[in-house]
């Protein structure tokens, strides 16, 4: 606590955060920015009244970590976030009913998408048959009932280069919201639980095809827990490797893309940015940037639990990035990213098709003789 205080002490508030943050940008709502999350937190921190304006400042924020790469003083702002958030629940005032409900529904259900646990599976595109492997495709809540494509995609592709891996008709939920909630304690008690199972199991690799899967078990659960004894690794890592195993060789002049970088996968931890694009390449792909990309990407608008509770703002934040993406197609190598960007899309009225990495590498491939 003592570091969040040091911390708020240092801002002169001079601004430089407002020009990146997407939730200030739409509308220069003071409120919905950094420097309105930073004075919501001292607020929070000296025991003042908490407004719904203090509320909403400190839950619209999207955890994406664009506004600490441009702060001269360096200061962590969705860390001082992250701690309102656990201020405000520690003391019952969070968090909002939305995540609330989100969070009973990983309890009773499994999954964040309040999806039926016996569908888990329906995005498969073959009959389930069990198989036991050391390496787990952990498709995560949105690929498995919101964004099917992206873990049938997945799993086709893994299929196709060759990996040996299994699925779970019942593999869980990440846990990370209870990290955007603000309720680290309930996160460890789950991630425990879900390490354990992993352990019984005898799964020491996770392929996961979410950029906020892959940033809760590679980040957060180390953070939490101390250590994990299982490999991370996102679809996008392994891609050019087999890949080239393979021999894959496509004439260049395929399909235009935007491709979209994930705040999972870049500014949180994980830096992938080489070899989505590098996959995409190999396979005749030509790829478009979005004006912001690599450690400046665009959010979707839906991290930080902001789509639930927010969702104005999130479709605001993801029909910029839709509206200034140079081609028809956005490629993303995150399932919660299509979903949000997709949904985005029909909401808005855009015309542009937010397709899955590995549907977009799989047609390509089909299409070719290798």
């Given at each position: 606590m003592a570091d969040v205080k040091e911390a708020l002490e240092l801002c002169s508030e001079c601004g430089a955060c407002l020009d990146v943050c997407p939730t200030y940008g739409p509308d220069q709502v003071m409120n919905l920015s950094p420097l309105g999350r930073l004075r919501a937190a001292r607020q929070i921190f000296q025991g003042e009244e908490i407004t719904p304006e203090i509320k909403e400042s400190i839950y619209s924020c999207l955890e994406c970590r664009l506004c600490t790469g441009s702060?001269?003083?360096?200061?962590?702002?969705?860390?001082?976030?992250?701690?309102?958030?656990?201020?405000?629940?520690?003391?019952?005032?969070?968090?909002?009913?939305?995540?609330?409900?989100?969070?009973?529904?990983?309890?009773?259900?499994?999954?964040?998408?309040?999806?039926?646990?016996?569908?888990?599976?329906?995005?498969?595109?073959?009959?389930?048959?069990?198989?036991?492997?050391?390496?787990?495709?952990?498709?995560?809540?949105?690929?498995?009932?919101?964004?099917?494509?992206?873990?049938?995609?997945?799993?086709?592709?893994?299929?196709?280069?060759?990996?040996?891996?299994?699925?779970?008709?019942?593999?869980?939920?990440?846990g990370l919201y209870y990290m955007w909630a603000g309720m680290p304690d309930v996160a460890k008690a789950h991630f425990e639980q879900m390490a354990s199972g992993f352990k019984q199991q005898g799964i020491t690799r996770l392929i996961l095809d979410c950029a906020g899967c892959y940033e809760c078990f590679s980040r957060q659960y180390p953070a939490v827990m101390g250590s994990i004894d299982f490999e991370v690794v996102h679809i996008a890592q392994l891609l050019p490797a087999l890949l080239k195993d393979r021999g894959i060789e496509v004439a260049p002049g395929g399909t235009e893309v935007t491709y979209v970088d994930p705040c999972g996968l870049g500014r949180l931890g994980g830096g992938i940015y080489d070899e989505p694009r590098e996959a995409l390449q190999i396979c005749g792909v030509?790829?478009?940037?979005?004006?912001?990309?690599?450690?400046?990407?665009?959010?979707?608008?839906?991290?930080?639990?902001?789509?639930?509770?927010?969702?104005?703002?999130?479709?605001?934040?993801a029909g910029s990035v839709l509206r200034d993406a140079p081609s028809h197609k956005l490629v993303t190598p995150c399932s919660f990213c299509q979903f949000n960007y997709s949904y985005a899309a029909r909401k808005t009225g855009g015309d542009k098709e937010i397709i899955y990495l590995a549907r977009t590498i799989l047609d390509a491939l089909n299409g070719s003789s290798g």
């Open positions: 702060c001269p003083f360096e200061i962590d702002i969705p860390e001082i976030v992250y701690a309102s958030r656990v201020e405000l629940a520690a003391t019952g005032r969070g968090p909002l009913e939305p995540h609330i409900h989100i969070m009973e529904g990983i309890h009773k259900l499994g999954n964040s998408a309040g999806g039926a646990p016996e569908k888990r599976l329906d995005w498969l595109p073959e009959a389930y048959s069990p198989h036991e492997s050391s390496t787990l495709f952990f498709a995560g809540c949105i690929a498995s009932y919101l964004a099917q494509d992206a873990a049938a995609s997945s799993y086709l592709l893994l299929k196709k280069l060759g990996v040996d891996f299994m699925v779970l008709p019942d593999e869980g939920c990440c030509q790829v478009s940037e979005t004006r912001g990309n690599r450690e400046n990407g665009p959010c979707c608008g839906g991290g930080g639990a902001v789509r639930a509770a927010y969702r104005d703002l999130y479709l605001k934040v």
